[in-house]
């Protein structure tokens, strides 16, 4: 895979201000503010232009995030509303927004790329959507249509790079195709986890076992999470009722919390998980050795 330049400028010099960030050689424009910025964006040229928003919140009784996807042919207007008068939600902190650095892309655009970061927020069940509808894409032409496709790839790989993963699902296909992969696994007293690392992820798969019991000295982060698994029936107890099974692939941030998953108790993940004998630890030593060695 060919690398790709992706730029990110801090507007007012502070993390948490306004930030544009762009991809190189692509015309979409991302621009991410507090509220608390709203005046100051609308005074910005891509305030002027048609482009579609993500307002983010936080549900202080479930801590769940928020979202609102909406769009606009003037996205100012859209976003003004949605901070003042009777019509104004409450809940958003945070807004992104997406437009062109040209003129080019059109109303009806803006609404399939709305429908389908809908779309994307829904299946990643990660989120509380605050929309009253749900959007329908329209009708585009097969050219447009590709081109939207494009710009939504790199609306997820913008927000993925600065660690914005409100667009993507932790649980994994099984029609996914296995390729000859590194296949770890982690066994504790009987149950039996199988993993492989998949775009950074470490993805626990379908038919692993784990082990019924939160160890006593769990936290509740870990407890919390099994629970979750539960919850969304990705987990779900075997026939014997002796462990838990993994109904579907699933992916975890970190090894430890895979690790974790099966174990229900704190467990270095880079250490337990083996492929052929190695851990996470070893291999990556290895391979770090072989790069020096060339």
Known sequence: MSGKLIRLF???GTPNGIRTVELSNMTIFTTIFPRTKLKDFILRKES?????????GEDEKTGLTKLYIGEGE???????????GASQKEFWNEAIVFTSKDDYITKTQIQYLEAKLYELAEEAEEVQLENNKKPTPPELSEVDTAEMKQFLDVIKLILSSIGITILET??????????????F???IKGARGRMKIEDDR???????TAIIEDRPSASQPIRKMRRKLLEEKVTELNEDQSFYVFKENYAFNSPSYAAAAISGGEENGRAVWKYKGKSINEIEAEEIQTKEDE
């Open 170 to 183: 932790k649980k994994q296909s099984i029609q996914q195709e296995e390729k000859q992969e590194e296949i």
């Open 185 to 187: 696994t982690f066994t």
């Open 10 to 12: 801090l507007v007012d």
């Open 74 to 84: 003037v996205v100012k207007d859209r976003l003004r509303q949605h901070a003042t």
């Open 48 to 56: 002027n232009k048609p482009g579609c928003y993500i307002l983010i």
């Open 202 to 208: 470490y993805v626990v798969l379908k038919g692993s």
